[in-house]
Every structure is written in structure tokens, then in C-alpha cells.
């Protein structure tokens, strides 16, 4: 084992060094397809009909004329659809109704589906659906998110709702220092370049669904629990996936195509435009958070608390544990964490990447930046003098915190120490110039997986696994890992992915895709290696091992596991127009053993990319009198684009992780967490004003006093 001239291990094998994707050819020739690519004989298509109010009932859904429409062959709606189950608890907890299409008259929100109209053609289907009537009998609705809603209650979600310990009121009294402010986020959503798309169709008695998702075995489990099937009878398979971010679960057009498909007895292909996205798969909540900080003069934190509220349907509850970031980076005597929910009439908000943390970080961050112009600190010292030696809320160890290496090694490439503290110093003819920091923590963890592992009679491994690449680089990570376990060269491993026969696996979220799936493969392929060691000869259908690593999953000791980094940030600010670039950005992360260095950096840029956005630009809008979105697409919601990205960098230090075979982390979302914060910090030091609520939009620098 040897080592570089920057301290990082030298990889002695496939794993660690760069290698370009092993589907890259098929993807750039348009070899690869997706889903709403693949043909199917007799294929029909279905198109949704959407709600135009925000509470109500169905009043009556005019049929007749539109199966008197050309290629019309169904029209499916609450009155006539197959029934479902929705009475169960699946890999996710209990499902979201919304998925459940057409089983009652209730419309909860704007968007919910009413109806799906199924044609020969997509122009025919979406004529017809559109010429679709729909009658309600409206009620009055309520969407508006506030931070006195006495209706709002603490809920658990993936966490406790609420963790605390010691006298807070005590502590802050005590404090030589406080911070007690209030932070936003705005409704944000997912946007992935490709759309939702799933196409349903029997096979001898047998459900196969050709879908884009981030999860086979997920949405297997889950749609033979809704049709009441056995697992066995349901095939679900999706190679390649044009992004997710959260959002590709169990959706309304995976079970429409479904039973479309059950009523016709033919294939049926369910896509959703842009628009029916922002209201049916899933967006993450806005917030409201409030942050006080009781620190000594020395700059130690004595109080902590973080409370946020979101947002969630009538129908489903869904948190957004944005206090929970704070559960991990700081402790204090008196720690308290809370995250709130209302409902609303409104859709249901999901998983979307770095959820919880996303929006917590820029709050807290944002917080402890005001406390390190408090207590006159560095604001990298000042987190550094906040280290915790255990968790802050759990009291476990850490199986490794490399933050502090993550902060030296990021101010010196960025050039930290040159920066002169004070705020609205620094001109470039007219523009303010400003540099800000922040941390980043994700959790990491893995979920049981199996794979198959082939000795094939040629010399070459066949790799089996319901892995899901969305975009990541899975395929090729495993591949290295493969490799290496079975000590080959990665041009003799071929990698199958994205089919629900291939056994159970855990799901592409919560940056747990490739250290759950590594784990298995791994596992699989050792042993394989052991048996070809014995001279064991390969017949021609080959030698194949399984493995499942359930068992060692939960015999893993319990630990604070998590990937850490640390953000840095350049911005230049027109006085005159309140324009913020952003012009440089720096992040150096902590996040286990990196598998191939080539797609690791480009999902760390990518997040930071996606902290670009959340900071200057993300901001779905939802109007108060009907209940929907202003501009529910890529022109009404903006996202940045590469006028607005500048010169990014993004490396890491050593921190492999000593508990896992592979020493994998996960990368997927801490390049997100803790950017949006870096580049508000960075505004306040060169305007010398706080925003706190995001998106930092012109008009908000101008109104703020941003103007010289």
C-alpha cells in the first residue's frame, strides 16, 4: 500500500482507479433505451387526467364522447378501474394513496389523478384526454404554509420527530453569545431529464413492468401487494434510467399501466408530461426553520435547538427532517431537535436528494456563520472548536469523522487563510466579492441485498444483481468491485442490472445504492474465488454463487456512520441589479473508499451543481386561490444551467470505512448538502447582509440593501 504526495492511498487494484462507464458507447450511440423507448407488439398508451381543483368531489366524469374519439379503446376513472390494496406496509412504511389511481371520488389536491384515457396512439390518447369533461363539486381548500399553524405536530418520519436533552432555556441564559434566527426553503423539485415512464403488459400469467425507477425488488414487492399477486408472478425490469433523485418509486402511472393492461389484456404504456410531474411524483417540501445557538465567549456551544416545519398532502404524511442535521455536526448541553408537519391540500412531498439535510444545512450553517461574526471567530474554527467526540444525540461513536481534515485540506487549496473577515471590503470594478464555508454530513448506511456471481466455462464472471443505475455510475462501480473480489480485470466482468429476477436488493437512495450492492457482489464473488480455488472444473452453464447479506448487516455493531465534507464558496454580487454569481467553488469530502474516482467526481460536482440551484435559483411557486403552481415546467422553474455553473472542484481525503468489506460510504448526496449555505455565507461577506430565505433572487439582494 502506498500512498500520494497528497496523502490519499495509491489503489492497488481496480477499485480506486478511474475507469470510464462501461454502457458509455451504448449511451452516446442511443443504444441504450429507456423506457419509454422499448417497443412492444400491440401496444396501447395511456394518458392521465389531472384534477383542476384543489378539494372536492367527483362529480361526474363524461365518458361517452370520448370513446367516441378516434383510437379510443378505455377511459378508466374511480367508477370503473380495478380496486387495489392500499392496507399495507412496504419497504418504505405505509404507502401513498396517490399511486393507488382511481379508487374513490375524494380529490385532495390540484393534479390528482382521475382519470387515465388509454388509445392506439399518444396524440390520440392525449386528445382525447384533454377533450376529457370532468365535473366537481369543489370545497374550499387551504395551502398555505405558515409558522404559527396550530395545526402543526411533530412526526417521525425516518427519525424521532423530537430529540432533546438538558435546560435550554438555562444554557441560552447562560450564553455569552445567541443566535435566534429564522430560515427558509422554498418548494423544490426534483427534475430529471427523463421523465416517469412505465409500460405494463401479462406474459403467460405473469405482470412484467418495464419501468424507470430506482429500485426492481422495490416496486416488484409493492405492486404485487397493491394487485394482491405473489412476488413471483410480478417481473419489473429497467436498465437504464435517466435520473431520479429520489422521485422514481411507486407512482400513479406505474399502477395505471397496470391495470390498463388488466382490463385490455394488452400492453400499456403510461408516460407523464413535465407538468403532471410536479404534482404526481413527489417534490420536496419548503420550510420554515428556526435556529438558536447559546454559545460561550470562547466560542464552545452550550444551547442548540433547530426546529423545522414542512408541509405535507391530507393523504400521506411525509417529513422533511431538516432538524436533523443537527442531530449529527454540533452537540451542546442543551440540544433540541424538532421537525414538524401540516397538512395541507397539497400533493405529497417525497425523498429528494439529500433529504433533510439539503435544507438543514443551509439553516444551521447559515446559523453558525452569524455565530462566528458573534464571537469574532474564523468560521472554520469555530466548527472545529464544536467537534463532537461522540454522537451529539446518540452518544455513539463515529466509525470515522474526517471533517476537520476535510476543512484544512479545503482552506488551503481555497485559499481561506488570504480572507479578510470583515464584510463588503473586497470590489471588482463594481461588483462585491465574498467567500463563504460550510459543512456537509449525510448519513451512510446500507440495506440487505443479494447478487448471483457467474464463473462462465470462456474464463469471463457474469455479475447478477436489481441494482439501479440512475445516472450514478453503479454499473461500472461494480464492475471494479467485481473485479477486484474475483482478482480479474474488469474487461472479463460483465455487470446485469435492473431486473427484479435477479433476487432482492436494497434501492439507488440515501447514497446506499453502491455500498449495498458492493457488499453483496463482494461477498459473492469471494466466495465463487474459493471454490475455483479448489480446482473445481466449470461445466458449460457455469459456476454460480449467491450471496445475501442480510445476516451481516445486522450483526454490524451500532455507529454513527456518515460521509462528511466541507464546502467552499466565491461570489460576486452587482449592487446595481442584485445579479449573484457564483465564481468559483471548492469541496473536499470525507465519504468512505472511493470505487472509481472518474464518476465519484462528477456526482460530488453534481451536487454542488444542485447547491448552485438551490441557492440562487429553485423556487416552485404555488398560487393561494386555486391551489397549483405558477409555471409547472422547466420555463416557470428554474434550475441552473452551465451559464450559471462556474469552476468547480471537488476531491477528497482517505477515509475508508474500516466496517464495511469494500470500505464504501456513499457519495450520491453529500455534494449537495452544506452548498447552498456556502454560497449565503459567501453574499454576506460581500454585501455584509443576511438572506434567509433561498432563493437569493435579485430583487431580494436589492430589497435587502444589497445596492451600493
Not at 399477486?229 to 422514481?248: M, N, Q, T, W
Not at 458449460?540 to 450483526?555: F, H, K
Request: with cysteine; net charge negative; proline share 6%.
Amino acid at each position: 500500500m502506498t500512498t500520494t504526495t497528497t496523502g490519499r492511498t495509491t489503489p492497488q487494484g481496480a477499485v480506486g482507479t478511474a475507469h470510464t462507464r462501461v454502457e458509455g458507447r451504448a449511451k452516446v450511440t442511443g443504444a441504450a433505451r429507456y423506457s419509454g423507448e422499448i417497443p412492444f407488439a400491440g401496444l396501447a398508451h395511456g394518458w392521465l387526467v389531472l384534477s383542476t381543483v384543489a378539494r372536492g368531489r367527483i362529480r361526474a366524469v363524461e365518458t361517452g364522447p370520448v370513446l367516441a374519439m378516434p383510437g379510443v379503446v378505455a377511459v378508466l376513472h374511480h367508477g370503473n378501474a380495478p380496486r387495489v390494496e392500499t392496507d399495507y406496509i412496504g419497504m418504505l412504511g405505509v404507502p401513498d394513496p396517490t399511486a393507488a389511481a382511481f379508487q374513490h371520488d375524494r380529490v385532495p389536491h390540484v393534479g390528482w389523478p382521475v382519470a387515465l384515457v388509454v388509445a392506439e396512439t399518444p396524440e390520440q390518447a392525449r386528445e382525447a384526454a384533454e377533450s376529457l369533461v370532468v365535473s366537481y363539486d369543489e370545497e374550499p381548500h387551504d395551502v398555505a404554509l405558515a409558522a404559527d399553524r396550530p395545526d402543526a405536530y411533530p412526526a417521525d418520519g425516518v427519525m424521532p420527530g423530537v430529540a432533546e436533552k438538558g435546560d435550554l432555556a438555562a444554557e441560552l441564559a447562560a450564553s455569552a453569545h445567541v443566535v435566534d434566527a429564522e430560515y427558509g426553503t422554498p418548494e423544490e423539485h426534483h427534475s430529471m431529464m427523463e421523465p416517469h415512464a412505465a409500460t405494463a403488459r401479462w406474459d403467460g400469467g405473469r405482470l412484467e413492468v418495464v419501468d424507470s425507477n430506482q429500485g426492481t425488488t422495490w416496486v416488484q414487492g409493492e405492486l404485487a401487494k397493491m394487485f394482491s399477486l405473489d412476488e413471483s408472478a410480478v417481473r419489473v425490469r429497467s436498465e437504464h434510467i435517466g435520473g431520479g433523485f429520489g422521485s422514481k418509486g411507486v407512482r400513479v402511472h406505474q399502477v395505471s399501466a397496470v391495470m390498463a393492461a388488466t382490463v385490455l389484456q394488452r400492453p400499456v404504456r403510461v408516460v407523464l408530461t413535465r407538468r403532471q410531474m410536479f404534482s404526481l411524483t413527489g417534490y420536496r417540501s419548503p420550510t420554515l426553520q428556526r435556529v438558536r445557538l447559546g454559545a460561550d465567549a470562547d466560542g464552545r456551544l452550550r444551547a442548540l435547538e433547530h426546529r423545522s416545519l414542512s408541509q405535507t398532502s391530507t393523504v400521506h404524511e411525509f417529513v422533511e427532517p431538516s432538524a436533523g442535521v443537527a442531530r449529527v455536526m454540533y452537540d451542546a448541553a442543551a440540544h433540541r431537535t424538532v421537525n414538524d408537519v401540516v397538512r395541507l391540500d397539497v400533493p405529497s412531498p417525497t425523498f429528494m436528494r439529500a433529504p433533510g439535510e439539503a435544507p438543514g444545512s443551509f439553516a444551521l450553517e447559515s446559523a453558525l456563520d452569524e455565530l462566528a461574526e458573534r464571537t469574532g471567530l474564523d468560521p472554520i474554527e469555530l466548527r472545529l472548536r464544536n467537534e463532537p467526540e461522540t454522537g451529539p444525540v446518540s452518544g455513539l461513536p463515529f466509525s470515522g469523522r474526517n471533517l476537520a481534515a476535510c476543512f484544512r485540506e479545503g482552506a488551503r487549496r481555497f485559499g481561506w487563510a488570504d480572507r479578510d473577515p470583515r464584510p463588503r471590503l473586497r470590489r471588482e470594478g463594481h461588483r462585491l466579492i465574498g467567500t463563504g464555508t460550510a459543512a456537509a454530513s449525510f448519513h451512510a448506511g446500507a440495506l440487505p441485498s443479494t447478487a448471483l456471481v457467474t464463473a462462465e466455462a470462456d474464463g469471463t464472471f457474469t455479475v447478477r444483481i436489481a441494482a439501479a443505475d440512475i445516472g450514478t455510475g453503479a454499473r461500472t462501480a461494480l464492475t471494479l468491485v467485481a473485479a477486484d473480489a474475483l482478482e480479474t480485470t474488469p474487461d472479463r466482468v460483465r455487470v446485469h442490472i435492473g431486473d427484479s429476477d435477479f433476487g432482492p436488493s436494497g434501492i439507488a437512495g440515501g447514497s446506499m445504492g453502491t455500498r449495498s450492492w458492493a457488499w453483496a457482489v463482494d461477498a459473492a464473488a469471494a466466495e465463487l474465488r474459493e471454490r475455483l480455488a479448489l480446482g473445481a472444473g466449470i461445466p458449460p452453464e457455469g459456476i454460480t454463487v449467491r450471496s445475501d447479506t442480510t445476516e451481516a448487516l445486522t450483526s454490524l455493531a451500532e455507529k454513527e456512520r456518515h460521509s462528511f465534507g466541507a464546502q467552499f464558496a466565491e461570489v460576486a454580487v452587482d449592487p446595481a441589479t442584485g445579479e449573484v454569481r457564483v465564481r468559483r467553488m471548492l469541496g473536499i469530502f470525507a465519504a468512505g473508499r472511493i470505487v472509481n474516482p472518474l464518476t465519484a467526481r462528477s456526482q460530488l460536482l453534481g451536487g454542488m451543481a444542485w447547491g448552485i440551484s438551490m441557492a440562487l435559483h429553485e423556487e416552485a411557486v404555488r398560487d393561494q386561490s386555486f391551489g397549483g403552481h405558477y409555471g409547472a415546467d422547466l420555463a416557470g422553474y428554474h434550475v441552473a444551467t452551465h451559464a450559471d455553473v462556474p469552476r468547480l472542484e471537488a476531491d477528497w481525503v482517505d477515509d475508508p470505512d474500516p466496517d464495511d468489506p469494500v470500505g464504501i460510504k456513499g457519495i450520491g448526496e453529500i455534494g449537495v448538502v452544506g452548498a447552498a449555505a456556502a454560497i449565503a455565507n459567501a453574499v454576506w461577506h460581500a454585501t455584509g447582509v443576511r438572506h434567509r430565505q433561498l432563493p437569493i433572487r435579485p430583487d431580494r439582494v436589492i430589497e435587502a440593501g444589497g445596492h451600493a
